[in-house]
């Protein structure tokens, strides 16, 4: 660029010219005069100005692309060092192999990362990271543990050699491809940069090593038992020690006997040994009682144990079906299936039976078994057969002639009552959430030809909660010195003079867990809130809406039994009643009636209480004779 158009872009356009007066030229061979001389002088001073600043650009321009090029001249010497200087993928040979054949699950198997540096430079710092597939796992830990696996190398020097040896398992992936992929970092020598090599290969995964079936009726009736086949082989080439075998139930399955002895309860085998190719079955009886048409499932999880841990290989389940049983037998209680019951409620039952088969049932026996510290034995109407030895009311022929033959699709009901107790059983902090159950069994000897069993038999039961209960207790003093508030003022109050009274509020809670506890009560005309408050109860305490008047106490949550095996709940807070002229001779009223609000935890129902309104009469007060207002 030429260098004046290279001064327009760095300056913009050159500086504007001085304007000089043109004057009329002077006669030849006249003298110049003085102004024209000095105005000469001007133009030769700025030109040589001019001159100077242009040839200082140019100077700087020059050094600037001097400086430049001598840049670019020392970062492709350093690129070009690095390249010469860097080992090459030549020379550094870095390899991942795994085994050739397919990996069943739960069999251990090796990687092997390779390292070889050929070339003239040493490795420093190498780190090795080997990145885990999902599923798969170092022998001792499980995939949740680790996803990768480091190791540090140290320094390979020029020739050396370095070989990693990975133990691994795959825990799951049934028939897939696992990609593994090594990463190796290092640095060399007299350089600062950090370089990464990677490298990747494929391991097939197939079945479980050790196969597992777990086979059940597909429909069973509730009540009747049926039978659980367990089968399970090796089918490796390796051997396995001290394996275990876990079934997990439904809630409401009764287990009865199995042809192997469980190791532990009666869920949990252990299995000594299984040899390569060898096979195992046990069976395993129990029943389970549901609604008709209802769906519940079995599992089973195999372990196998890694360096002290177990870890799981296979897992199969089964799904069973509840199937209408030939006699149909359902229960309710005061008309419901949910009821919740409350002290001293009169319980009301009622069993419903059918002949649901195409054939007639003899000698049909119906029995009824009462569990439940809360049942009042002592109120129990019914016209059956009652044993309190085992608490059961039976049902027969003697009391029901259509036993004797309960032809095809026939129906009926029979009903009881029974009261529950005034006071809960409790003797420790621990006794809540009490339960009341039916257990419902009928019977006969004729068996249809469709059903597989010794008797036909429907069982049925239902289960009641028993609401817990939280009171609430309100109390008021003038003589309240074992509170630590002192108050003050005359008793019996006097007109247009403040008396001082501390209130109390216990609370109780018996056999349930309460939350989100709320205590209420107003301050009623001429009383105050003084601001003085204690609790029992740590992180809460009543509190004061001046604008409502309203005296508020929440909490969070209260255990079971608070003020029945220990001491209540407490708080208390002092207020000032002043009477007015009106009030005399009557008492005066404080607080207004308290009511509490709750959540059971166990019933899961809200409940409430209440306590009657506070005024100077003061019953709880021993010291308090007369709470009428005087002159």
């Known amino acids: 660029m030429p260098l004046e158009d290279l001064e327009k872009e760095l300056y913009g356009q050159k500086r504007p010219q001085p304007k000089l007066e043109r004057k009329e030229a002077k006669p030849s061979g006249e003298p110049a005069s003085l102004d024209e001389s000095k105005l000469s002088e001007s133009r030769e001073e700025l030109i040589e100005e001019e001159s100077s600043f242009f040839s200082i650009v140019r100077k700087f321009s020059r050094g600037l692309l001097i400086f430049l090029v001598i840049g670019v001249v020392i970062l492709a010497g350093i690129v070009a060092w690095l390249f010469w200087h860097s080992p090459s993928s030549e020379e550094i040979i870095f390899k991942i192999s795994g085994p050739t054949e397919s990996i069943m699950i739960g069999v251990p198997f090796e990687l092997k990362v390779e390292l070889t540096n050929n070339s003239n430079t040493d490795l420093r710092l190498g780190k090795l990271i080997l990145n885990l597939p999902e599923g798969v796992a170092e022998l001792g830990h499980t995939p949740e543990e680790q996803a990768t696996i480091s190791r540090y190398l140290g320094e390979i020097n020029s020739g050396g050699f370095s070989e990693q040896t990975f133990?691994?398992?795959?825990?799951?992936?049934?028939?897939?491809?696992?990609?593994?992929?090594?990463?190796?970092?290092?640095?060399?020598?007299?350089?600062?940069?950090?370089?990464?090599?990677?490298?990747?290969?494929?391991?097939?995964?197939?079945?479980?090593?050790?196969?597992?079936?777990?086979?059940?009726?597909?429909?069973?009736?509730?009540?009747?038992?049926?039978?659980?086949?367990?089968?399970?082989?090796?089918?490796?080439?390796?051997?396995?020690?001290?394996?275990?075998?876990?079934?997990?139930?439904?809630?409401?399955?009764?287990?009865?006997?199995?042809?192997?002895?469980?190791?532990?309860?009666?869920?949990?085998?252990?299995?000594?040994?299984?040899?390569?190719?060898?096979?195992?079955?046990?069976?395993?009886?129990?029943?389970?009682?549901?609604?008709?048409?209802?769906?519940?499932?079995?599992?089973?999880?195999l372990r196998i144990p890694f360096l002290g841990r177990l870890l799981s290989v296979n897992k199969k389940s089964a799904s069973i079906v509840i199937a209408p049983s030939p006699l149909l037998l359902e229960i309710a209680v005061n008309g419901q299936n949910d009821y919740t019951a409350h002290l001293q409620d009169v319980l009301n039952y009622e069993i419903k039976y059918q002949n649901n088969s195409e054939v007639g049932l003899q000698d049909v026996i119906l029995k009824i078994q009462l569990i439940g510290e809360m049942f009042d034995f002592s109120t129990l109407k019914t016209k059956s057969f009652f044993s309190s030895l085992d608490n059961t009311l039976t049902w027969n022929a003697a009391v029901m002639p259509n036993f004797k033959m309960l032809t095809p699709g026939a129906k009926g009901s029979v009903q009881f009552s029974i009261g529950l107790k005034d006071a809960y059983p409790i003797k420790r902090l621990g006794d809540k959430n009490y339960l009341l159950k039916v257990k419902g069994q009928i019977e006969s000897p004729t068996v249809p030809y469709f059903v597989s069993a010794e008797k036909t038999l429907g069982l049925t039961s239902l289960e009641t909660k028993v609401a817990g209960q939280i009171t609430i207790d309100a109390q008021a003093f003038f003589n309240d010195a074992a509170s630590g508030i002192i108050n003050a003022g005359p008793f019996p109050p006097k007109v247009n003079t403040p008396t001082n009274y501390t209130i109390h509020w216990q609370i109780k809670t018996f056999a349930s867990d309460f939350k989100d506890i709320e205590v209420r009560a107003f301050l009623l005309s001429g009383v105050t809130w003084t601001g003085k408050i204690k609790t029992n109860l740590t992180g809460s305490q009543p509190e004061f809406n001046e604008r409502t008047s309203e005296v508020v106490w929440k909490i969070d949550r209260l255990i079971a039994n608070k003020g029945v095996i220990n001491q209540p709940v407490e708080a208390i807070f002092q207020i000032s009643a002043v009477p007015s002229v009106n009030q005399l001779g009557q008492v005066m009223p404080l607080i207004s009636e308290t009511q509490l609000k709750a959540f059971d935890e166990f019933a899961e129902l809200k409940t409430s209480a209440s306590d009657r309104a506070l005024d100077t009469r003061l019953p709880d007060d021993p010291t308090a004779k007369e709470g009428r207002v005087q002159m």
């Open 167 to 301: 133990s691994l398992v795959a825990l799951s992936g049934e028939r897939v491809k696992k990609e593994f992929k090594a990463v190796l970092t290092y640095t060399t020598p007299g350089l600062g940069a950090e370089f990464e090599r990677q490298t990747k290969t494929e391991v097939n995964i197939t079945e479980p090593a050790i196969y597992l079936d777990i086979r059940t009726p597909q429909k069973v009736i509730s009540g009747e038992n049926f039978e659980i086949e367990i089968s399970y082989q090796n089918l490796s080439d390796t051997n396995f020690n001290d394996l275990e075998l876990e079934l997990t139930y439904p809630p409401n399955f009764e287990y009865r006997e199995a042809s192997l002895k469980p190791t532990k309860s009666n869920n949990l085998w252990k299995i000594d040994k299984l040899l390569a190719q060898e096979r195992g079955n046990f069976t395993l009886k129990g029943n389970i009682i549901g609604k008709a048409d209802s769906f519940f499932e079995i599992s089973s999880d």
